[in-house]
């Protein structure tokens, strides 16, 4: 059994942890201090296609299985785990 990612799954984990490390890491604590839902970063997100993870591509979403979405969540928890988990929350409509 292969384990590795494929060149697909390596896009979409590379492509969340640099927003994770941009967009989440530099303002997760004083969001939490603050009470802030980021309500831009989850546009962000959204125009990212992370708040349409599982929503088939015909619908504008990307179509993900749950393993590649839990490939996206991880690396986006990397930055601020309660707003991945508002996405995994989003996501969760679909599926």
Known sequence: MDFNLNEDQQAFAETAYQF???ELAPNAARWDQEHIFPKDVIKQAGELGFCGLYTPEEA???GLSRLDSS???EQLSMGCTATT???TIHNMQRG
Do not use: E, K, N, S
């Open 20 to 22: 994770a490390m941009t």
């Open 60 to 62: 504008g979403g990307l």
């Open 71 to 73: 490939i996206i969540f």
């Open 85 to 87: 988990a508002m996405l």
